[in-house]
């Protein structure tokens, strides 16, 4: 060692001399003489700035004009919107999942491993295509084990069973929770020094002696995606160990129990002794789920419209997703509204936002159905109010306020006039139950006043006896806004004061009342109706169905309305289909094809607005070449392609000019080799 190299004490960085051939080691003697611990700074990036400027990623709209008061409003507004729906989802999911979470827990329960050393206790549970009601499944049976700490859950993934060694493997280290390095197969063993390797079952025999674990229960996820010799691999490798290690396997199966015998061998399923378990259909619990979403509610602020709704349902049964991909959408449209609308912070309004800024004036002087609203006031000769409406700031505000707790107000009478149809159609006997979604698709349409829907339950109800009657009353009277507990008094008194109290009443529009008469005129049979003699109560009673369909009548030609005539309805209804369609539905073939042949679209320079004909020496050259392809036939020849290529880009000075536009055009042709 030369003089002039140093010595370093132990705790210096290293990475100082990685090059130095050598240097002396010299510990500490005392605690004194080491350098006190250099004090850590955080980094803040970029990024963590911009979200302390703004509200966790809500950006400034109004032209950026947008103060921070209103952007954490909008912030808030999802969040609490959102909040409340899917705390509700969630208990729809759980309600749904209750029975089979309940039969999967009393088979967990009852099962003892150890009673059995041939057999493996297995449980098949037949999810269909509800792939995310079988996670939620299996987060509330791991949520229930948490009760008995001596049981085991282990989830296990398809994807994480590519072979046995790596099946074995994730089991091993999920269930005793131990980080094992991919690059070294050994672990460590018991006290005596013997070391396992990291797929030897011995590591979790172990584990369940020390911590004595009275089940091991594997989860197999998606055991469709499992191979089937993979999967029989992994049952006689569980079955040997089965004496010794409680295993209980859990299998979600999306198609049928034939079909996943078909995958094992007959040795194989001699080694399982199964039990199944139904969950609920999945058409029916995203029925449920969407009833969740639109049902009438005294707090709802924000709506979503039949437009997108029926899109989200289509994609749900065309591409067959779970119910989960149902939440994220509609978690996704409602981040999309308070997000890019400036106006959406008043669904849920905070303290900190009594009164607009400026520019909110502006905006809400734009919105179509605010312009509509001017029209109509200067259509019915209302100068001075349309006028104050345009110019005075103060006076918009207030009338805002106002058209927007109309609005809600309207949209809460809306749904509940369509629950109260619902009602009377699914009450009313051998008749076809219209679905609640079509239902609430018509009416957020705007198509339900006038539809055969609303005139067939109003003709029937005119012919329903009393004891039907009194049911649907008692569903219905418990709208405010539907006025009928005068005629429900009347109907109680007539039918408590019946003299036949078996039969129930029934009105003249019965057909019970109607008898057909025949009669033969000029050797011609007719068909004739007559009405037979009603008695006192039927009469009576007759009336009082009278005033039921009116009063029903009036009730849906007030409140069956088109949410999109309601003034400021852009606030407190959210129906863009175009963001939630990009995003879900992407189509990047189709946005690549138009950004070549119409750069300005995406550019908007005025460079790239070329001639008539779309080609302009200007364009993107990549743009050229594409519009060219699409002229040519099915054999293009490369020597015209460069002459009409050369002609756009027109004449330049000298051969080298043209050289590198023949090294663009070759350099260009290489990509578009994929198109066809």
Not at 218 to 225: A, C, D, I, K, P
Not at 469 to 493: H, N, P, R, S, W
């Amino acid at each position: 060692m030369d003089d002039g190299d140093e010595l370093h004490h132990g705790n210096e960085d290293q990475s100082l001399f990685e090059n130095q051939a050598s240097y002396v080691f010299v510990p500490y003697n005392d605690d004194r003489d080491k350098p006190s611990r250099p004090t850590k700074r955080r980094e803040v990036s970029h990024a963590a700035k911009i979200v302390e400027g703004h509200s966790a990623g809500f950006v400034p709209l109004l032209g950026g004009t947008e103060e921070p008061r209103y952007i954490s409003a909008r912030r808030f507004g999802y969040e609490s919107a959102w909040a409340k729906l899917e705390n509700n989802l969630n208990k729809v999911l759980e309600e749904v999942n209750r029975q089979t979470v309940d039969d999967v827990m009393r088979f967990l329960t009852r099962t003892d491993p150890q009673e059995k050393t041939d057999q493996i206790s297995t449980g098949l549970i037949m999810s269909g295509i509800s792939a995310g009601t079988s996670s939620s499944i299996f987060t509330s049976v791991a949520r229930s084990l948490k009760s008995h700490p001596r049981n085991l859950i282990v989830p296990v993934a398809a994807s994480q069973c590519t072979n046995l060694k790596t099946t074995l493997k994730t089991i091993i280290q999920k269930t005793t929770n131990q980080s094992i390095a991919l690059a070294d197969e050994d672990l460590p063993g018991d006290h005596q020094g013997i070391r396992f390797r990291n797929y030897d079952l011995q590591i979790v025999h172990e584990y369940v002696l020390k911590h004595s674990i009275a089940k091991v229960v594997l989860w197999f996820h998606n055991s469709e995606g499992i191979d089937g010799i993979v999967l029989a691999d992994v049952v006689e490798v569980l079955s040997s160990w089965q004496g010794r290690i409680p295993f209980v396997l859990i299998f979600e199966i999306g198609t049928s129990i034939d079909l996943f015998q078909e995958k094992l061998s007959r040795a194989t399923i001699r080694r399982l002794q199964g039990i199944s378990f139904e969950t609920k259909d999945a058409t029916e619990t995203l029925e449920m789920m969407f009833r969740t979403v639109t049902a009438p509610e005294e707090s709802r602020s924000l709506y979503i419209g039949a437009g997108l709704l029926k899109m989200f349902l289509d994609r749900q049964i065309e591409h067959v997703q779970s119910v989960q991909a149902f939440i994220q959408s509609l978690k996704y449209a409602f981040m999309t509204h308070f997000f890019v609308n400036a106006l959406s912070w008043m669904v849920h309004p905070s303290p900190a936002t009594p009164t607009l800024q400026t520019e909110h004036n502006e905006a809400i002087r734009n919105l179509p159905s605010f312009r509509r609203l001017v029209e109509n006031l200067i259509k019915e000769k209302e100068f001075v109010k349309a006028k104050r409406l345009l110019d005075t700031d103060h006076v918009l505000q207030e009338t805002t306020r106002q058209l927007f707790k109309n609005g809600t107000k309207s949209m809460k009478h809306l749904v509940e006039a369509m629950e109260v149809l619902n009602i009377i159609q699914s009450s009313i006997p051998n008749k076809v139950h219209i679905p609640w979604s079509k239902l609430y698709f018509k009416g957020m349409g705007g198509d339900l006043a006038d539809s055969s829907v609303l005139r067939e339950s109003l003709l029937s109800v005119r012919k329903l006896p009393s004891d039907t009657m009194i049911g649907i009353l008692k569903k219905v009277c418990t709208f405010a806004i539907l006025e009928l507990d005068g005629v429900q008094t009347d109907l109680y008194e007539l039918t408590r004061n019946t003299t036949d109290g078996s039969a129930p009443l029934r009105s003249e529009y019965d057909v019970h009342h109607e008898t057909l008469r025949t009669t033969v005129v000029a050797q011609k049979v007719q068909l004739s109706k007559h009405k037979a003699t009603l008695s006192k109560q039927d009469a009576d009673y007759s009336k009082i169905v009278d005033r039921i369909n009116s009063a029903l009548k009036e009730f849906f030609e007030r409140y069956l309305i088109n949410p999109k005539t309601l003034p400021l309805h852009e606030i407190f209804l959210f129906d863009l289909k175009s963001p939630c369609r990009e995003v879900f539905a992407p189509m990047p073939r189709q946005a690549v094809e138009r950004a070549l042949s119409a750069p300005h679209d995406y550019l908007d320079c005025d460079c790239c607005d070329g001639s008539a004909n779309g080609l302009a020496p200007s364009q993107p050259p990549t743009a050229l070449l594409y519009q060219l392809y699409l002229e040519s036939g099915a054999i293009i020849n490369i020597s015209d392609l460069w002459s009409a290529f050369n002609a756009i880009l027109g004449p330049e000075d000298g051969d080298t000019e043209e050289e590198k536009d023949q090294e663009i055009l070759y350099a260009l042709l290489c990509p578009l080799r994929l198109e066809d």
